[in-house]
């Protein structure tokens, strides 16, 4: 089970005693340098690109003379980016030098809010006297913690949380909130989950998993009309022999490739489209995120024992680990339909 230094016991009772815990300070200092090194590249390279724009104008000579005067507008508007980049990391730093300088003076403010779930994180909000949506506050890590009302005590200038006492609620109505924000999350209809528990597929998933088998058939079948119009067009172009046979191997190893496990696949979910039938696996869940070259080609999923199935980045941020979850699935295709959060046990 993942340790939640927020949650922690010990250090919420230092807390309480206006205590801020070596463990804390080491936390803070750890992601004031991480965070800090590069929101200051980033302003750096905010101010850099400014300059160069800066100088670019105040240098440039223009082909044409009568268009000059277009070149300082446009320069302009392309140091917007950098003014916005170079504007955003020195609020960044500022928050962070405030906070550092509370963590000095030692100072902790005490409040009721809540853990809510709002543009697919985790967010910890302080109530405000107007009952609005109230403050947030900042954590150098994603929020591990049940939605509900919390005491949290935290810097005040800066909002950096240290700890989170989750108050006295009803059990059953934080099953329900998770439940939703679990489904939403991971783009399922609350409707399917009764009779997934019963092993079978509601119709609006059986139709899904269908359109998905057109798709995934039309995409092989692009694919393999590429490699086959390579082909034609090398076969008609005037090249070596060996060159023309080796490029059009090389073009139906690939084509038959690309069959291959296109068949493989539409196999797997014809046979999870004729059975019908739903596994359920429970236990404790883990999540795990796959990093790529570029943040948006990242991979996410869901671990349960042996178990691993693939969600969307907000399904990913959603699960709360450390707690016992009943997944549905498909068999054959590992495909998540629907899952749910296990009653706690009762010493919880």
Do not use: C
Not at 25 to 32: G, Q, V, Y
Not at 86 to 109: N, P, Q, T, V
Not at 117 to 136: E, F, L, P
Not at 155 to 178: F, I, K, N, V
């Amino acid at each position: 089970m993942p340790q939640n230094t927020l949650a922690d016991s010990e250090e919420i009772a230092a807390n309480r005693r206006g205590e801020i815990t070596p463990r804390q300070r080491a936390a803070f200092a750890e992601a004031l340098r991480s965070r800090g090194r590069v929101q200051l590249l980033a302003w750096f390279m905010g101010i850099l690109l400014v300059g160069l724009i800066i100088y670019s104008a105040l240098t440039a000579r223009p082909v044409v003379p009568a268009f000059k005067f277009l070149a300082y507008p446009v320069l302009a508007l392309l140091a917007i980016p950098g003014v916005a980049v170079a504007w955003r990391a020195l609020k960044f730093l500022a928050r962070y030098d405030r906070a550092r300088h509370e963590m000095s003076a030692g100072r902790i403010e005490p409040a009721v809010g809540s853990i809510v779930w709002i543009g697919g994180r985790y967010t910890a909000r302080v109530s405000d006297m107007a009952g609005s949506r109230g403050r947030r506050l900042f954590s150098d890590r994603a929020l591990n913690l049940l939605p509900g009302p919390y005491h949290f005590r935290f810097l005040p200038r800066s909002g950096w949380l240290l700890s989170a006492e989750r108050l006295a609620t009803d059990e059953a109505s934080s099953q329900r909130d998770l439940l939703t924000i679990l489904m939403q999350a991971n783009d399922f209809a609350l409707e399917t989950l009764p009779l997934n528990r019963t092993g079978r597929m509601a119709e609006a998933q059986r139709a899904q998993l269908g359109r998905w088998l057109w798709q995934m058939a039309a995409l092989y079948l692009v694919i393999v009309a590429v490699i086959g119009l390579f082909a034609y067009f090398v076969w008609r172009a005037p090249n070596p022999p060996a060159v023309t046979v080796g490029l059009i191997a090389l073009a139906t190893a690939m084509a038959l490739t690309i069959v291959f496990f296109g068949w493989r696949e539409g196999r797997q979910i014809a046979a999870d489209l004729r059975a019908g039938t739903v596994t359920a696996a429970e236990g404790l869940a883990r999540k795990e995120i796959v990093r790529r070259l570029s943040s948006r080609e990242d991979s996410y999923y869901y671990r349960l024992g042996a178990l691993t199935l693939a969600v969307s980045e907000k399904g990913y941020e959603a699960l709360i680990e450390g707690r016992s979850y009943r997944m549905y699935y498909l068999p054959h295709t590992k495909r998540l339909l629907s899952l749910e959060p296990l009653p706690a046990p009762a010493d919880e």
